[in-house]
């Protein structure tokens, strides 16, 4: 008599990769039309799957998971953040809960200092000049940007990301400065050539650009609060590919409409999809699809993660990837 296979639900389109191999697998249910799944239909998946594979589109809170089926024991998240899923909710259940974490750093690094450049250099801007016909030729004064060479950078957050960005910026001339729960160690902070804040308020006020890279948990909502944005320095840049809720989106995009920010680059929004009207407006932003992390590699090594966390999970062991609440 045949074993049954795991039933695995995915909630989104994954590459196709990592779709075949699930397949192989497991009993996988695909969502073959990539659109986000609405509370029916996450409970329908919650109720008849082993395993669940969200993304940061399914919000899996306490309510949701009041219609897990007696099998669902594992959700296996595709993506690093977990802000998505009520962790301790979950474990409450039985449910144990595992990420992709590490295999996004290089990538989402990347497009920060992309961003630090495309604002600092008006890069969005030159083009969309070009374009619409508006390049008369070379003059000194036009579309004069920030040299990054001797320019500050804040960031919040010096995890692995901010560690990478750190690595780029430091490349570029930039002194490294940071703010984090704890110092990293000494050696790293050498490496660097970083200077710890303990105090956030004091380096804010003293960066020329300041880049979010720190998870959003209760203790991060609106760390960049209304208070805490009006310390900065009016020529200062702000940088975003954590997570939206960590800025207070409404206050930053007054203060860049007033002109008391020099800019921004936001590839994460509070309220996302939906982007504040102000910000679509400006001309000081540049506002890219939640696509720091959209690399090929980065999503076939995600879903690589998702199905070593499954398979050791099935196997019995403890999988490498599990989420534990008192780390959130």
């Known amino acids: 008599m045949a074993v049954r296979k795991p039933k695995v639900v995915v909630t989104r389109k994954l590459p196709e990769p990592v779709e075949a191999r699930m397949s192989e697998l497991f009993d996988t249910v695909l969502n073959l039309e ?7 239909a996450l409970a329908a998946a ?3 799957a082993d395993v669940l594979v969200p993304t940061i589109t399914d919000r899996i809170d306490a309510r949701a998971l009041e219609a897990a089926g007696p099998n669902l024991r594992l959700i296996a998240n595709f993506g690093a953040g977990v802000d998505n899923i009520d962790v301790p909710a979950a474990n409450a259940r039985g449910i144990t809960v595992t990420n992709t974490p590490g295999v996004l750093t290089e990538d ?13 250099r008006r ?11 508006h390049f008369a030729g070379w003059t000194p004064t036009w579309m004069l940007g920030r040299r990054l060479r001797g320019a500050k950078l804040g960031i919040v957050g010096m995890g692995r990301i901010g560690q990478a960005l750190a690595r780029r910026a430091k490349a570029f001339g930039l002194e490294i400065h940071y703010h984090n729960r704890k110092p990293v160690g000494p050696r790293i902070e050498d ?3 970083a200077t710890y804040w303990e105090s956030l308020d004091q380096m804010l006020a003293r960066m020329d650009f300041i880049s979010v890279n720190c998870p959003h948990t ?7 609060s209304a208070r805490r944005l009006k310390l900065i320095q009016p020529h200062a840049v702000i940088v975003n590919t954590a997570r939206g809720e960590v800025i207070d989106e409404t206050s930053m995009a007054n203060l860049l409409a007033n002109g008391e920010l020099g800019g ?9 999809p939906a982007i504040n009207p102000k910000l679509l407006k400006l001309t000081n932003v540049v506002l890219l699809p939640h696509m720091g992390s959209a690399t090929i590699e ?15 999970f099935l196997d019995g062991h403890r999988p490498p990837d599990r989420v534990i609440p008192s780390m959130l």
Do not use: F, S, W
């Not at 209760?218 to 960049?224: D, F, K, R, S, V």
């Not at 921004?264 to 929004?269: F, N």
């Open 34 to 40: 990539d659109r986000p799944m609405g509370r029916e």
């Open 46 to 48: 919650l109720a008849e």
């Open 108 to 120: 989402t690094a990347d497009m920060t200092m992309a961003l630090i450049m495309a604002v600092a």
């Open 123 to 133: 890069l969005v801007e030159g083009a969309n000049a070009v374009q619409a016909g």
């Open 191 to 193: 490496e660097l050539g």
């Open 218 to 224: 209760p203790a991060t909502y609106h760390l960049l």
């Open 264 to 272: 921004a680059g936001l590839d994460v929004y509070e309220h996302e």
């Open 298 to 312: 980065g999503r076939i090594d995600m879903g690589e993660k998702v199905i070593i966390n499954i398979k050791t």
